[in-house]
């Protein structure tokens, strides 16, 4: 059974940083691709970045660039999303994906709330 457990999301004042962490079981983690997806309130989930499975080449949504980085740990299975200079509008349940065998899972989420 494949799990990805989101955590690291939490209250942060404009500004501040977070690292959001996956840890992901069930599969050869480093034999594959994964990615970070967002998904505010009554908005659609959206793509933040992917990462290949070696974690050499990366990927971040052109309104993600600068300020969130993506990076891998093949050797304890766990996908990273960096987040500076945090944004009122970055607040949003963030996720971590693979395609697996022709089939996407996600986790749970992990909200994160930019807020003064």
């Known amino acids: 059974q494949i799990y990805l457990v989101e955590s690291g999301g939490g209250l942060v004042q404009p500004g501040g940083s977070l690292r959001l962490s996956c840890k992901a079981t069930?599969?050869?983690?480093?034999?594959?691709?994964m990615n970070w997806y967002r998904q505010a309130p009554e908005k659609e989930r959206d793509m933040v970045a992917s990462?290949?499975?070696?974690?050499?080449?990366?990927v971040h949504a052109d309104s993600m660039k600068g300020r969130f980085s993506i990076s891998r740990d093949n050797v304890r299975r766990t996908l990273y999303l960096q987040i500076d200079n945090l944004e009122p509008q970055d607040t949003a349940v963030y996720y971590c994906n693979t395609r697996y065998r022709g089939r996407n899972y996600w986790g749970q989420g992990t909200q994160v709330t930019v807020s003064s």
């Open positions: 069930g599969f050869n983690f480093r034999d594959y691709d």
């Open positions: 990462i290949t499975s070696s974690g050499v080449t990366t």
